[in-house]
């Protein structure tokens, strides 16, 4: 994917040098609410093998790097569209910059991309239901789509039409 940039943030692939922040970030989203199925690696050796692999495969992923701090804080995805032409998206963000308007300004730059560069008609997210997690995400219009929270819709006329896009 194709780097995208604000007057603070970059969405970007994956670099060779960014495992430190790879790895602390892994770290730090094993002690974030949710499943361990939807964790990364967090010993050394496991850890570099995933960043190996995340490396080669870069169709999916931006990495969120905060230029001011020359470092990567989080991960946004696209986890695949289903029949109803909703787009899966994923997002991992350091607890540092969770709710400080960084993790905002990603989610809504990403959100531009995936309506403007795909046939999506609505972006879903399958969250644990932890309200800093969420909160972004509610910021942005998503609303919730079942009982406990944790899966969050958002339509693309809706995000054009509050004037996104």
């Not at 989610?107 to 560069?117: A, E, G, K, P, W």
């Not at 509610?138 to 995000?159: E, I, M, P, V």
């Amino acid at each position: 994917m194709e780097k995208i940039e604000s007057k603070r943030l970059i969405l970007r692939n994956l670099d060779p040098g960014d495992f430190k922040d790879f790895w602390e970030l892994a770290k730090n989203w094993k002690k974030a609410p949710g499943p361990d199925f939807d964790k990364f690696p967090t010993d050394e050796d496991s850890c570099r093998k995933f960043f190996d692999h995340c490396l080669k495969n870069t169709g999916t992923s931006l990495y969120i790097y905060l230029p001011s701090e020359n470092k990567i804080i989080g991960l946004i995805c696209m986890n695949g569209i289903d029949e109803q032409a909703q787009m899966d998206m994923g997002h991992i963000i350091h607890s540092d910059y969770q709710n400080n308007d960084i993790d905002t300004e990603a989610l809504s730059m990403f959100i531009d991309l995936i309506f403007s560069t795909t046939e999506s008609k609505a972006i879903i997210t399958n969250n644990d239901p932890d309200p800093k997690q969420n909160a972004p995400l509610y910021s942005l219009g998503f609303t919730d789509r079942n009982a406990n929270g944790g899966q969050l819709l958002l339509g693309k006329t809706k995000w054009k039409t509050n004037g996104r896009e």
